[in-house]
């Protein structure tokens, strides 16, 4: 029995004080000291492929580096409009020097939690406006500052306290760096740490690239326990050629229970299935979280420069713009569930949902699935006004949850953990993509 109007649809998946002056100094002169671990409260080093969050207390370097001049304002005059969303932060690298108001510079040379090599600054060397694109450059130099001596320099910089968001399309337009031991990243930690430190409270990681691959870059979630209770899932999206050529767009979707990534509007992965040890389901990601650009120089993950990387190194940003949901989109009629096929290990010719709806679980009233072409299938339907429990079927096979929520999974939270174990969309939430049989996606 079906209460609700279905159709189908083809839809794509888609601190002030005293200290000494920090030199610069001839590279064969000092010999470098190695870098300490950085922490944010409670937080420990990462695993590959993360970056750590960095220490809130950080020091001020003398070059600022920065200008609140908001006199005019050319960036009204750039188009930046996105259907279905609303613009509510940007910043298109205009001004004559990097604003305050927009970033602030972390200084440090405590390897980011990494065992990165750089000493991250706030001088025009390593930060500065060129020709309307920010330019974050990595240098090969013997820097001297109050965590001692680094044999590379670079800038990493964030939007804390100055951008602060809880969902919304995150997006960036980057020329990334490349080389053996050259790590840029477009990414997001938490401004409140309401879970807990480091991986706990989360961590978005909307693009990173090792340089010894430059055609291919990553997008990671970092979550579950601090350090070392943490996990990861993540996937990659591989090009033809370097991503050192060109400028592309690397942006996230971030909506309640779900975030996609996208690299020039192509949708390569959405997560769905995540947890905090401090917190239900969707935590940690339904906080609050802020931006960071930054390229390091070594690390547990790309290794360290060798004597095939040139330097300097830079990372060109064209622009940083934040979207927020348009209501009107928001408040659609139309719930469409979405479903991936395409591990299932067969062939697939049928897929359809039921649920206590469907004449209680009944296979001879199921609603039958639209295949999308690209191993997804999708049924529109009329948004319900109470929350929808249900289960994918595929070629006549329901599917089995239970193991995955005793192991630990959060996509059937109706459950027994021993009898049954059913997935359900809860009104206010987005549009669900689910993996048939499993909460993890396919790999």
């Known amino acids: ?7 189908l649809i083809s ?9 000494s002056p920090e030199t610069v100094e001839d590279t064969a002169a000092t010999t ?5 671990v950085e922490n944010e409260p409670g937080t420990e080093p990462s695993t590959e492929p993360s970056t750590e969050p960095s220490s809130e207390d950080t020091d001020t370097d003398t070059d600022t580096n920065t200008d609140t001049d908001t006199d005019t304002d050319p960036e009204s005059q750039i188009d930046a409009t996105r259907e279905g969303w609303v613009l509510v932060w940007r910043d298109e690298f205009l001004d004559s020097n990097i604003r305050s108001d927009r970033w602030e510079f972390e200084v440090n040379g405590q390897g980011g939690g990494n065992n990165e090599s750089q000493y991250y600054t706030d001088r ?3 930060a ?11 240098h090969e130099e013997t820097y001297t500052g109050s965590d001692g001596t680094r044999s590379y320099t670079s800038a990493r910089m964030r939007t804390l306290n100055k951008g602060d968001w809880e969902y919304g399309r995150m997006e960036a337009r980057i020329k990334l760096p490349y080389g053996q031991g050259i790590w840029p990243a ?3 930690l938490p401004t409140d740490w309401v879970y807990g430190g480091w991986a706990a409270s989360g961590e978005i990681d909307i693009m990173e690239l090792v340089g010894h691959e430059s055609e291919t870059v990553h997008g990671t979630l970092h979550y579950g326990g601090p350090w070392p209770q ?8 591989t090009i033809s050629e370097s991503f050192a050529d060109d400028y592309h767009t690397f942006a996230v979707e971030w909506e309640y229970g779900e975030i996609r990534w996208y690299v020039d509007d192509v949708h390569f992965q959405t997560q769905t299935s995540w947890y905090s040890t401090a917190g239900a389901w969707p935590a940690p990601f339904n906080q609050r979280f802020h931006i960071i650009l930054n390229v390091a120089v070594g690390g547990q993950w790309p290794g360290y420069p060798d004597a095939t990387t040139v330097f300097p ?6 622009y940083v713009r934040v979207y927020e949901r348009d209501p009107s989109v928001v408040d659609s009629n139309t719930l469409t569930l979405t479903v991936d096929a395409s591990c299932t290990g067969s062939s697939v010719n049928s897929v359809a949902i039921t649920g206590p709806w469907a004449n209680n679980w009944d296979s001879n009233s199921v609603v039958a699935a639209d295949d999308n072409g690209d191993g997804t299938w999708s049924i529109e339907m009329e948004k319900p006004s109470s929350d929808l429990e249900y289960l994918w079927v595929i070629n006549g096979d329901y599917e089995n949850l239970i193991s995955e929520m005793q192991n630990g999974g959060t996509c059937a939270p109706v459950t027994d953990y021993w009898n049954y174990a059913n997935r359900i969309w809860s009104v206010g939430s987005a549009n669900p993509t689910d993996t048939y049989n499993q909460c993890s996606p396919c790999p």
């Open 32 to 36: 470098t000291v190695e870098p300490s």
């Open 1 to 7: 029995m079906n209460i609700w109007t279905l159709a």
């Open 128 to 138: 500065r406006i060129e020709s309307g694109s920010l330019v974050i450059e990595a």
């Open 313 to 318: 190194q830079r990372m060109e940003v064209d």
């Open 124 to 126: 025009s060397d390593n």
């Open 230 to 237: 943490n996990t990861y899932t993540g996937d990659g999206y």
């Open 11 to 19: 839809a794509c998946r888609h601190t002030p004080s005293t200290k």
């Open 186 to 188: 477009f990414w997001m």
